[in-house]
Structure formats: structure tokens, C-alpha cells
């Protein structure tokens, strides 16, 4: 039987219809209309010419490395500042110091050599050397010679032995860059020489640069507070620990601990006064409880005026009245989900079982008990799976909240970013949240699957539920 | 009386007892960790926050009446910026409904290969399944933020942003509903000699098309919302529009942009509440 045989015999079941085929086809080129139109008009083919991989590589280096900085002034070449990160407040006091009787404190690459000068090692086992007038670079990988660079007469930075220079030592006319790879820079400019140092990992993360406790690195100071002299005579070990830990000057964990309580408690709080206010409503808007149309016309549009404006414009309205902070947040979240929780609580009830509740009545009970004994234990279960759900996405929802301006580890972060250096912590905070929704996320899966057995039948019934509406 | 009864009734009696006794015990516990929960945070929230809740409360009102005395004002030309922008609005929907597209791409590929009926190796799943919940747990924004100071302000951070949770939390959901296919289907095509994809396209597809095609609607909505705020740092479209005229207060502008806003999320509630219906409809 061949094709038009088909179409003969079976004209009943076969579609040939020309418009049933066309159907499809339009929908599918419709996509693709669409899908061009939108690819033009978001810029999706210019992201090659705004990506660049050297910032990105640079940024992405930030977030898990940290850098020491030695900066050297042509006019002052005795005067070497070793800093970490090159901030002001955290500077080494360098080999060259020792006499000025400050504590001896300077890291172990870096040393004077045999004519004076700073020697300072790299991790590929080169050196980068200061010297008053000059700046070598000896040892490097793929380089044999000792390269020289110096100032010429009008100031400007020049190589010495310009032949067969490495491809990763780049010279323009007011700078010479050596960048050989991510973890090691020596950059010489007219009026400077700055040298950039990587490590992995993230420094200074336990206590800061100046707290008494950095010599002794965590272990030793947890195993100091429990035995052992007193660091800072005044205050006990276990205190100073603590304080020092909490008052980190670079990773402000005392502030970024606090936000992420601050944003826990918002979700938490606000999910939880949407649970207390929806779960009474929802009996008001439900036909099987309340008799009165009127009411439950009013709770149907109140519930869907609440959840239809957005939490986002919700927290700007909280946001005028109690100025940024958590009760923004709190309200924000707890008016949006009462109008959720309330609309899927009332399509609950109405969906209960009627033979509990007439059940209840043949015993004599009134109308509250035969609510009670004969609703509430069929919805209480899809109640607290559906509140426990809401809670888990409204703590990312809380981290957004903040941004917003209402504070928590949402307004850090984006203070953060915005500062555009701090990118390990911009990284921690990334991670403290992503560990909060995680754990949320688990312990609320645990919770519902306890409760209704399995999660996507839930899921799957409230869908089905909803159909039926 | 209790002496009349006969033994096994007594046991019973004194169980029912020690039972009800154990439930109020955890009734009370539980009210009180609520009550404990409740009165903390609101601790936390009132160091927290700039102003007291008491101080605030009444003042509640001011803003939304600032905006409607101060559209009022603006007179009769109002409907006007209505228009004025809908553009916005435009590409901020063009937004969410691209994003939702490649994200529902992404999440059907990321769900086939986290399905335990579909991929026989465990490990292969269980790298999968993390991944999405990566992607899921960050929220759009953490995304958005670090892309928009990578690659500038435009559109394309907060596309790809969505692109990534959407993926993650669809995939999520698309595995679900692929584990919980009907098995048969599958193992009668397999019987005759069908291949992986075949499988797949005839057994699984046509099984969870109805569901993944709800959920993706779901998550459109969702997106409509995400791309509006992610305009709010620098995306552009409506939300930028809205940040702008909060800050400028101009009151008229703030108002029809919050209009344009609530009714579309409104209507697309309807609509895919309606959509959903259909589909399920036609499925059972």
C-alpha cells in the first residue's frame, strides 16, 4: 500500500487537512521569527566584543586568591612599601626597616641582597630584584639572561637587552609590563615600580592583618583559648578570639554574620505571619465554610490583588515607612504570601473530603469542632508543605528584598560588587547564601516528603487540584 | 467504674492517655519555639531597622498616598504615559519570554540526564542533579550583578542570569516529572527495537509534555517578575524606568509604571491559570 492508498482508505483517521498541517508549521516558524527578532534585539551577538577573559580571568583570580603588592618610588628607592592587597592599613614592614625598631615582621620572599637591593622570589622560582636606579628580573622561565630595565633621560622605563625579550613582557611608551602568568606581575612605570604577588587561597580570612591573634593562625589560637597565657592581658583568650574573629577589619564578619540573621529572620518572620494571616482567611474564602458569596468574593480578590502587585513594589511602599531594614522585608514577603497562601489554602478546603466533616456532625459536634476534626487534619499536611516551600524560595527571595534596600546580606553584596575589589568577598557572601538556600532547601524537602509522602506527588496534586477549579 | 471495664479497654483507655499527653506536650513545645522564634526576630528586626515598627506603622499610607495626590495632580494627560511606557514594558516580557525559552531548553536537556529511569549510571546523575541545584540555590540577582560589572549595563547579564536559575529550577522539576512517567510506554518501544532518542521522543516526551509545558508557564511568570527587578540594577526595561521616576519622585510616572506592571502580572496570572487548566484537561 502506498502512500495516497493510505490517505484513501483510511480518509477517516488521516489528517490531510492542508490547514491542520499548516498549524504547526506557522507555530514553528513563528519561533524562529521570534527567536531571531529577540536575538537582535537583546544583543546577543555582541557579547563576544563585550567579553573580555583577561578581566574576567583577573576578576574570577580575585575571588580565590590574594596578592601582596611591593611598591617602589624612582625618587624614594630606599623607601620600599610592602603592603597586602596595597591597602594603606596593612603594610609589611620590610628587611630594610629593621633599625627603626619596629617589630621585625616582613614575609619570608622577600630579601636583601648582596648589593643592597630587594630581592623578591616568585613561585616559578624567579626573582625580581630592586635596585636603586635599576630593576632586573633573573631566572625566569623561558629566559636565560637577566633582563634590565631602566629610565632613560627623559624618565621613561626602557629594557636594556631588547633581543629576543619573552612574549609576555609587553613595553609601550610610558609602561613596561612583565605578566608571564596570572600569579606573578612586575609592572615599571616613569615615576614607579610596582611588583604584584599571588597566592592561592584567601588570607587573613580568620583574623585581620593588625589583630594580635594573626601570628598564632586559627588552631593554635582556638587551642590558646582553652589553655595557655593570656594574649592581651586585660581580656581572657576566649573573649579576645571571638572579638577578634567577629571584628575582622577585612572580612567584617561580625557585619556579614549579622545581615545573613537579618535575611534569615525575614523570611522566616514574613513566611511565617503569611502562614498566620492566610490560614484563617483561607476558611473565609472557602464556599464550604463560609455561606456568604459576598465574602468570599472580596477574600477571592483581596487575595489576588495582594499576590498580583509584586513583592518588589510592595518593599518600596515598606520601604518608605520604615525606612531600609528588616521589617521592610518582613512585610514585603508576608503581605505578597498571604494572598498565596490564602488563595491555595481556600482551593484546599474546598477540596477536602466532605464524609470527615458529616462524620464530625453525626457525633453532634457545631460548626467550629466540625471545621476543626473535620477539615483541618486533611488540609494541615499540604499547608505545612506548601508554608515550608514558600519559605525556602522566599529566603532567596529575601536576599533580593535586600538588594532592593532593605539591608541583609543582600545590600552587602551589592556594596561589594559595586566596590569593584573586594571580589573574595564578594565570593564568601555568594557562598554563605548558597549554603543557607541550600540547607533551607533540604530541610523543607525532608519536612514535605515526611509530611505527604512523596514531594512531586504534592506538587502534582496541587496542580490537579487547581484544574479542577 | 474504670474497674468494671474490661482489662484490654482499660489498656486502651491509659494509651489514649499517654498518647494525648504526648501530643500536647509537642503542641506546646512547638508554640512555644514559635513564640521564641517570632520574639527574636522581631529583636533582630528592630536593631536592624532604620526606623521602629510603632513609628512606622502609621505611617504606612504615606507613600501610596504621596503617589495617587501626586498623579492626581498630573491631570488628565496620565493615560498618556501609559503609552509613554509600554515599550518598556515590552522589552522587559521580550526579556523573561526569551530567557524562559533557552531556559526551558537547557532545563529539558539537564532533566534527561538527571532521570534515574533514563541514564543508567549513577554518577552521571547524581553530577547532573548537582549542578542544577547550583544553579537554582544562587538567586538571579547574585548572578546578574557579578555579569552586569563584567560585561556593562544592558539586558544580556539579566537574560543570562535567568537563563541559569530557570534551567536549574525547571530541570529540577522536568526530572521529577520524568521519573514519574509510566513505565510501560518505554518498555514497549523498547521491545520493539527503538533506540535511546526514540525512546524518549515517543515514550517520555509525549507522557510529560502536558507538565513540562505547566511548569514552564509557571516559571514565565516567575521571569516576568525576575527580569522587572533585575532592571532595577542596570538591566534596563521597566524595572530601570520605575527605579529612575522612584528616585526623581515623579509621582504620575512612578504610578502608571506600577499600573502597566500589576496588570500584566495580573493578567498573565489569568491567563496561565487558564492555560494550565486546558492542558491538564487534556491530559486526563
Known amino acids: 500500500m502506498n502512500r495516497s492508498e493510505i490517505i484513501k482508505n483510511y480518509s477517516d483517521i488521516v489528517v490531510t487537512k492542508f490547514s491542520s498541517k499548516m498549524w504547526s508549521t506557522f507555530l514553528v516558524l513563528g519561533i524562529i521569527v521570534y527567536l531571531i527578532i529577540a536575538i537582535l534585539s537583546l544583543d546577543i551577538l555582541q557579547i563576544h566584543k563585550k567579553w573580555s577573559p583577561e578581566r574576567a580571568s583577573l576578576f574570577a583570580l580575585d575571588t580565590y586568591a590574594h596578592k601582596d603588592h611591593v611598591t617602589m618610588k624612582w625618587s624614594e628607592p630606599d623607601d620600599i612599601i610592602i603592603s597586602f592587597e596595597g591597602s594603606r592599613w596593612s603594610q609589611y614592614v620590610g628587611p630594610y626597616q629593621k633599625s627603626d625598631g619596629l617589630p621585625e615582621r616582613y614575609p619570608e620572599w622577600t630579601s636583601i641582597g648582596p648589593e643592597g637591593e630587594t630581592k623578591i622570589s616568585f613561585k616559578n622560582g624567579g626573582f625580581a630584584n630592586l635596585y636603586d636606579d635599576k630593576v632586573t628580573i633573573e631566572n625566569w622561565p623561558d629566559t636565560k639572561e637577566t633582563l634590565v630595565f631602566r629610565l632613560d633621560a627623559q624618565g621613561k622605563p626602557y629594557v636594556e637587552n631588547v633581543d629576543n625579550l619573552p612574549k609576555w613582557i609587553r613595553v609601550t611608551e610610558n609602561k613596561i609590563e612583565v605578566r608571564p602568568s596570572l600569579y606573578e606581575r612586575v609592572q615599571v612605570y616613569s615615576k614607579k615600580v610596582e611588583v604584584h604577588r599571588y597566592n592561592l587561597g584567601w588570607n587573613y580570612f580568620w583574623f585581620d592583618f593588625d589583630s594580635p591573634l594573626e601570628p598564632y593562625g586559627i588552631w593554635n589560637a582556638i587551642s590558646l583559648s582553652f589553655s595557655g597565657d593570656r594574649v592581651d592581658p586585660n581580656i581572657s583568650n576566649f573573649s579576645l578570639l571571638i572579638q577578634e574573629f567577629l571584628n575582622n577589619d577585612m572580612w567584617h564578619h561580625g557585619q556579614i554574620l549579622w545581615a545573613l540573621l537579618e535575611t534569615i529572620f525575614m523570611a522566616l518572620l514574613g513566611t511565617l505571619l503569611a502562614a498566620l494571616l492566610g490560614f484563617p482567611l483561607a476558611f473565609f474564602a472557602a464556599y464550604n465554610v463560609t455561606p456568604f458569596k459576598f465574602v468570599r468574593t472580596i477574600l477571592r480578590r483581596l487575595f489576588d490583588t495582594l499576590r498580583g502587585i509584586d513583592f518588589l513594589i510592595w518593599s518600596l511602599i515598606f520601604l518608605r515607612a520604615f525606612g531600609p531594614g528588616p521589617f521592610t522585608g518582613i512585610f514585603a514577603i508576608a503581605i505578597t504570601d498571604t494572598g498565596t497562601l490564602g488563595k491555595l489554602m481556600s482551593e484546599a478546603i474546598e477540596n477536602t473530603e466532605e464524609k470527615q466533616q458529616e462524620g464530625v456532625e453525626s457525633t453532634g459536634a457545631n460548626k467550629t469542632l466540625q471545621h476543626r476534626f473535620g477539615i483541618i487534619p486533611q488540609i494541615l499536611p499540604i499547608f505545612i508543605s506548601q508554608t515550608l516551600y514558600y519559605l525556602e524560595s522566599n529566603t532567596r527571595g529575601a536576599v533580593i528584598i535586600g538588594a532592593m534596600g532593605a539591608g541583609g546580606i543582600g545590600l552587602q553584596l551589592l556594596g561589594a560588587i559595586n566596590t569593584g575589589t573586594s571580589w573574595e568577598n564578594v565570593m564568601y557572601m555568594s557562598l554563605l547564601i548558597l549554603g543557607v538556600v541550600i540547607f533551607m532547601d533540604t530541610m523543607s524537602a525532608k519536612v514535605r516528603r ?6 512531586t506527588l504534592g506538587a502534582e496534586l496541587q496542580l490537579a487540584k487547581m484544574a479542577k477549579k | ?5 474490661p ?24 508554640i512555644a519555639a514559635l513564640i521564641a522564634v517570632i520574639y527574636s526576630g522581631l529583636i533582630v528586626a528592630e536593631t536592624g531597622n532604620a526606623t521602629s515598627i510603632w513609628v512606622g506603622l502609621p505611617k504606612f499610607f504615606d507613600y501610596p498616598v504621596d503617589l495617587f495626590v501626586g498623579s492626581w495632580e498630573y491631570g488628565y494627560r496620565w493615560n498618556l504615559l501609559l503609552l509613554e511606557y509600554l515599550p518598556d514594558l515590552i522589552s522587559t516580557i521580550n526579556m523573561a519570554l526569551f530567557s524562559t525559552a533557552m531556559g526551558t531548553l537547557l532545563a529539558f536537556f539537564l532533566s534527561i540526564f538527571s532521570s534515574r529511569n533514563l541514564i543508567k549510571s549513577k554518577t552521571t546523575v547524581l553530577i547532573f542533579r548537582r549542578i542544577m541545584d547550583i544553579c537554582r540555590s544562587f538567586p538571579e540577582l547574585v548572578i546578574a550583578l557579578v555579569l552586569l560589572y563584567l560585561l556593562g549595563k544592558s539586558a544580556l547579564p539579566a537574560v543570562i542570569a535567568i537563563i541559569i536559575h530557570t534551567a536549574g529550577a525547571l530541570g529540577k522539576l522536568f526530572s521529577e516529572a520524568i521519573e514519574n512517567v509510566d513505565k510501560n510506554p518505554i518498555e514497549g518501544l523498547e521491545s520493539c527495537g527503538a533506540s535511546w532518542f526514540t525512546r524518549i521522543r515517543f515514550g517520555v516526551v509525549t507522557q510529560a509534555l502536558p507538565l513540562f509545558l505547566t511548569y514552564t508557564i509557571l516559571r514565565f511568570e516567575i521571569n516576568i517578575r525576575a527580569s522587572t527587578i533585575l532592571g532595577f540594577v542596570g538591566a ?5 524606568q520605575l527605579y529612575t521616576n522612584i528616585q526623581w519622585k515623579y509621582e504620575a510616572d512612578t504610578i502608571a509604571i506600577m499600573f502597566l506592571l500589576v496588570s500584566t502580572i495580573i493578567a498573565l496570572d489569568y491567563l496561565s491559570s487558564y492555560w494550565r487548566k486546558s492542558l491538564i484537561g487534556l491530559k486526563s
Open chain 2, 236 to 240: 534596563g526595561g521597566i524595572g530601570e
Open chain 2, 1 to 5: 467504674m474504670q474497674s468494671s471495664l
Open chain 2, 7 to 30: 482489662e484490654n479497654l482499660i489498656k486502651i483507655e491509659n494509651n489514649l492517655k499517654s498518647l494525648t499527653r504526648t501530643r500536647s506536650i509537642y503542641s506546646f513545645l512547638s
Open chain 1, 450 to 455: 515526611a509530611l505527604i509522602g512523596d514531594e
